[in-house]
């Protein structure tokens, strides 16, 4: 991984734009800052208008774990895709499997139900509709924890598709695709052959994975065992990212 705020990566990246490029983004981690309570998070003003200005020339996507209604409260302005569920809500192509990933999603809440005891405390369901989140950044250790629901998931019919996350493990059908399908989806569907992505967590290595040459993908946060191309070393380094590339589309 290379540091994109560097004279080379900058580089690259302004050569990356053109009227043929997608640009999307991950939400949490990425275009907001990690908060403990996640119905905290925020996405700044002065981030949205950058935003709202590079949409004059490109799209604009975010594709995020969250529910699209949950991701959605975030935004003062409606970003050209919104695409939740890791991938698997948003997409036309999908959209009739949806209702079997909803029973799926159903099944696995009311099965955990089931199987978590009083003991289990700081553990949290989201139910996202096509998707599972286990929260347990709450839990007094965090570890063992961790290692509890795992043993539990392994127990559930049908067996998940598990994607860790920061103190969360995402619950998603074995056939609904993930960030990566859905991106190459968005390509297709709006005839851009190239993207920009920009993410943070483990969710978003399925787009960094894919290692195509026209996605230019960056990391919030440096891990040398990411396969993203590029990254920026903090959060708050999105703004300035974002800013970059409104200054190379407005020249």
């Known amino acids: 991984m290379n540091d994109i705020f560097t004279k080379a990566g900058l580089g690259a990246l302004q050569g990356f ?21 996640p119905h905290m998070i925020e996405v700044s003003g002065e981030l949205q208008q950058e935003l709202r200005m590079i949409m004059q020339y490109l799209p604009v996507a975010v594709i995020t774990g969250r529910s699209r209604r949950d991701a959605m409260r975030f935004f003062e302005f409606a970003p050209s895709h919104l695409i939740g569920n890791h991938g698997a809500e948003g ?47 709450h839990a007094p250790d965090q570890e063992q924890v961790a290692t509890r629901l795992h043993d539990i998931i392994t127990t559930l019919t049908p067996p998940p598709r598990v994607v860790d996350g920061k103190c969360v493990l995402n619950l998603v059908p074995q056939d609904a695709p ?58 708050a380094g999105v703004l300035k990212l974002v800013q970059e590339m409104h200054s190379f589309l407005h020249n």
């Open 17 to 37: 734009i053109t009227p043929q490029t997608l640009i999307a983004f991950d939400l949490d981690g990425t275009l907001a800052p990690i908060n403990p309570d």
């Open 91 to 137: 997409l036309p192509v999908w959209k009739a499997a949806e209702a079997r990933f909803k029973e799926l999603v159903q099944s696995w809440k009311m099965q955990l139900l089931q199987r978590l005891e009083t003991s289990d405390v700081g553990i949290l369901l989201e139910d996202k509709g096509a998707s599972l989140s286990v929260h347990y950044r």
């Open 178 to 235: 993930n960030k990566g399908d859905a991106l190459l989806e968005l390509m297709t569907q709006t005839g851009r052959d190239q993207a920009i992505f920009v993410g943070d967590d483990v969710t978003d290595e399925d787009v960094f994975a894919l290692g195509s040459r026209n996605i230019f993908s960056i990391r919030v946060g440096k891990n040398d065992t990411s396969q993203a191309d590029w990254y920026l070393s903090e959060q």
